[in-house]
């Protein structure tokens, strides 16, 4: 189940738990740091169940007007499941109604 995250430690853990396991898409050490760095004060979503996070999604709010995924990422025994859909769409509904 999708959720936004406030705390921004569980936010920064959070991402750290998911971006690591990405080394894929997250292989750079100084940029997935920057990354997991900038989730603590960014809107932050997270999938959970049962406890276990399943995935992440980070928003950078660029203007007044515009946002965009500052990151986001679906642990890969996850993949498939809809999740990523799910992340992007509390994404979206958040900067509808900012």
Do not use: C
């Amino acid at each position: 189940m999708v959720q936004e995250i406030d705390a921004s430690d569980a936010r920064a853990a959070i991402a750290r738990e998911v971006l690591e396991a990405l080394p894929d898409w997250f292989g750079i050490p100084e940029s997935r740091e920057a990354s997991i760095r900038d989730s603590r004060a960014q809107p932050f979503w997270a999938d959970l169940e049962n406890g276990t996070v399943r995935g992440v999604l980070a928003l950078r709010e660029t203007s007044p007007y515009t946002a965009e995924l500052a990151a986001m990422g679906v642990l890969p025994a996850y993949h498939r499941q809809g999740i990523g859909r799910a992340l992007f769409a509390a994404f979206h509904q958040y900067a509808r109604e900012k």
